[in-house]
């Protein structure tokens, strides 16, 4: 346990945010723009999940809710990272989400993996360039090459879902490669949810769209989320409860429908049990029974009488059940 004046080696010993070389050494951005790009990777984890409020970052940082503002639209306009808006279940907006894009800037550093070494003199070893610990490797471990492939495969799997949201729109006109391009431009997940907004403004207002391209990239630079938008993840949720309900409804009917043709038998074979003077008893009764039945077609006069017959039976079953 280290006491206050103590000398100490940082390395590994503290939790906090990762701040790359690369946005470090960056001119064009300010102090605080950095540090938020730090503490937003922070907040997006494994799996990128990134959706702090100003007031969260703010005081996370150490500043005020303004600046906080000033250096996510920084972030924002050098194109670092991609604000997405989220609604509540209510339909009113609450914290945006962060999506982080890939920049050339990463493209400057060359990270050493760790436990390689440079050896520059007498064994010692340069500690100049970029390292980091196994938890968090700037690179992949994967080769080059698999790594295309892994993006590849991304990319063609997220233009078939795009290609899938788009069907039935005019918007499906654009080419894979503008698709590809808008992709690697504002990143995989910010226009994917981009796309699926345009394909659902579009079939409420089937407004003429010419340039499915520009209009992309119009609302890809907007981040205008419509108020009556639901996202795609919730209407897949409720369409499957309306499924599921639909579903639970056919059951109960079946079972209802198997029921009365169950019941439907038992009547047709009581009656068919019964001698023909019972039967055409039944049948006088029925047809004496009210004057609407007097003009009515054999057929329906049986069909009368079979549950006249069946009534009989079942008052008499609940009789009997009774006594005993």
Same mark, same amino acid.
């Given at each position: 346990?280290?006491?206050?004046?103590?000398?100490?080696?940082?390395?590994?010993?503290?939790?906090?945010?990762?701040?790359?070389?690369?946005?470090?050494?960056?001119?064009?951005?300010?102090?605080?723009?950095?540090?938020?790009?730090?503490?937003?990777?922070?907040?997006?984890?494994?799996?990128?999940?990134?959706?702090?409020?100003?007031?969260?970052?703010?005081?996370?940082?150490?500043?005020?809710?303004?600046?906080?503002?000033? $250096?996510?639209?920084?972030?924002?306009?050098?194109?670092?990272?991609?604000?997405?808006?989220?609604?509540?279940?209510?339909?009113?907006?609450?914290?945006?989400?962060?999506?982080?894009?890939?920049?050339?800037?990463?493209?400057?550093?060359?990270?050493?993996?760790?436990?390689?070494?440079?050896?520059?003199?007498?064994?010692?070893?340069?500690?100049?360039?970029?390292?980091?610990?196994?938890?968090?490797?700037?690179?992949?471990?994967?080769?080059?090459?698999?790594?295309?492939?892994?993006?590849?495969?991304?990319?063609?799997?997220?233009?078939?879902?795009?290609?899938?949201?788009?069907?039935?729109?005019?918007?499906?006109?654009?080419?894979?490669?503008?698709?590809?391009?808008?992709?690697?431009?504002?990143?995989?997940?910010?226009?994917?949810?981009?796309?699926?907004?345009? $394909?659902?403004?579009?079939?409420?207002?089937?407004?003429?769209?010419?340039?499915?391209?520009?209009?992309? %990239?119009?609302?890809?630079?907007?981040?205008?989320?419509?108020?009556?938008?639901?996202?795609?993840?919730?209407?897949?949720?409720?369409?499957?409860?309306?499924?599921?309900?639909?579903?639970?409804?056919?059951?109960?009917?079946?079972? %209802?429908?198997?029921?009365?043709?169950?019941?439907?038998?038992?009547?047709?074979?009581?009656?068919?049990?019964?001698?023909?003077?019972?039967?055409?008893?039944?049948?006088?009764?029925?047809?004496?029974?009210?004057?609407?039945?007097?003009?009515?077609?054999?057929?329906?006069?049986?069909?009368?009488?079979?549950?006249?017959?069946?009534? %009989?039976?079942?008052?008499?079953?609940?009789?009997?059940?009774?006594?005993?």
């Amino acid at each position: 346990m280290h006491s206050v004046g103590d000398i100490y080696i940082p390395w590994r010993l503290f939790t906090g945010s990762l701040i790359p070389n690369s946005v470090l050494k960056c001119c064009d951005l300010s102090p605080t723009a950095k540090l938020f790009f730090g503490r937003l990777s922070q907040f997006g984890g494994e799996n990128g999940d990134s959706y702090p409020s100003y007031n969260i970052l703010a005081l996370e940082v150490g500043i005020e809710r303004r600046q906080a503002m000033r $250096a996510v639209k920084e972030l924002e306009k050098f194109g670092l990272i991609c604000r997405v808006k989220r609604l509540k279940d209510d339909g009113g907006f609450t914290s945006n989400e962060y999506v982080f894009l890939w920049h050339t800037i990463f493209s400057e550093d060359e990270p050493v993996l760790p436990g390689d070494t440079d050896v520059t003199r007498d064994g010692v070893t340069d500690v100049t360039k970029p390292r980091c610990h196994s938890r968090h490797p700037l690179v992949s471990e994967m080769s080059p090459k698999e790594n295309h492939t892994k993006d590849k495969n991304l990319v063609n799997t997220t233009t078939e879902e795009i290609r899938l949201l788009l069907s039935g729109t005019p918007l499906s006109k654009i080419s894979d490669k503008e698709l590809k391009v808008l992709m690697k431009r504002h990143g995989i997940k910010c226009f994917l949810a981009v796309a699926d907004i345009a $394909a659902e403004t579009w079939r409420r207002e089937l407004k003429d769209i010419r340039n499915p391209g520009g209009y992309f %990239q119009a609302l890809c630079e907007s981040h205008v989320v419509p108020e009556w938008y639901e996202p795609l993840e919730e209407r897949n949720a409720r369409m499957a409860l309306v499924a599921e309900r639909k579903r639970t409804d056919a059951m109960k009917q079946s079972e %209802q429908d198997a029921i009365e043709e169950k019941e439907s038998q038992e009547r047709e074979n009581h009656w068919r049990s019964l001698s023909d003077k019972d039967r055409e008893k039944f049948r006088a009764e029925a047809a004496i029974s009210s004057p609407i039945f007097l003009n009515l077609p054999d057929v329906a006069i049986d069909s009368i009488s079979k549950l006249i017959v069946w009534e %009989q039976r079942s008052q008499m079953d609940t009789i009997e059940t009774s006594s005993e």
